[in-house]
């Protein structure tokens, strides 16, 4: 079964700053999809960016991109230019690309988002 | 936006009265899935539906059902609710590509409930 682990449960950066964060994931599967949600106070679900695993290139979404190690299951997400808005739970995500399987997300448990001003 | 909707929003019930909770989705997409979220477990799904009345138990199924009669509704429903079940529970959908579904999932607002 896959596993998705996110070991950071709380990160905190200054104001335009950088920030990463981490996600692990096991897997015996070639071909999968990799996602980053963003749960803000509001609790709405919402999709950053996301990777194909047969794809070598780095996703990257404006101030959004990803660092993806498919050879050490790795799968972490920069934001450039923090900004007030960015804080939130953030939920690495993972889909089996198999046919009939049933296509659902193994999540992590998250990590919490904290924006200084 | 994918156009779900999920009603009610919050709802606090009793053990062991029943509750259905209903996702209502307005571009006919293929699969829709319910999934509870509770504090360190991220998401988990509950159960998810390929069509209309084709439905299979996710990793968490134990005391709830489910139903789809039209294409655009998918109902969970807690027979017999139980304290374990308060959570925050959504609902999701996924576009459908050629072979299967489409890479990402979207998902409603979230329902909270709450059983006393």
């Known amino acids: 079964a896959q596993t998705v682990t996110q070991s950071q449960p709380e990160m905190s950066v200054q104001e335009a700053e950088t920030v990463t964060l981490s996600c692990t994931y096991d897997?015996?599967?070639?071909?999968?999809?990799l996602f980053w949600y963003k749960q803000p106070p509001s609790r709405q679900m919402i999709l950053v960016i996301r990777?194909?695993?047969?794809k070598q290139q780095n996703a990257t979404e404006n101030r959004f991109s990803v660092n993806f190690q498919k050879a050490a299951k790795s799968f972490s997400l920069k934001i450039s230019d923090s900004q007030l808005g960015d804080a939130a739970m953030y939920f690495c995500?993972?889909?089996?690309?198999?046919?009939?399987?049933?296509?659902?997300?193994?999540w992590g448990a998250g990590t919490k988002l904290i924006i200084k001003p | 936006d994918a156009g779900i909707t999920q009603s009610p929003r919050h709802k606090v019930t009793e053990t062991g009265t029943p509750v259905t909770l209903r996702c209502h989705q307005t571009?006919?997409?293929?699969?829709m899935y319910w999934y509870r979220q509770d504090p360190g477990h991220g998401l988990r799904l509950i159960h998810y539906?390929?069509?209309?009345?084709?439905?299979d138990k996710g990793e968490v199924s134990d005391g709830y059902s489910v139903s789809r009669s039209k294409t655009e509704d998918f109902l969970l429903t807690l027979e017999s609710a139980t304290s374990s079940q308060t959570s925050v529970y959504f609902c999701?959908?996924?576009?459908?590509?050629?072979?299967?579904?489409?890479?990402?999932?979207?998902f409603g607002p979230g329902t909270r409930l709450t059983v006393t």
């Open positions: 999701a959908i996924s576009r459908s590509g050629v072979r299967g579904p489409v890479y990402e999932q979207y």
């Open positions: 571009e006919n997409h293929r699969y």
């Open positions: 539906s390929y069509g209309v009345k084709d439905t």
């Open positions: 897997t015996s599967e070639s071909d999968y999809y």
């Open positions: 990777q194909e695993a047969y």
């Open positions: 995500a993972y889909r089996s690309a198999v046919m009939d399987s049933n296509y659902q997300l193994i």
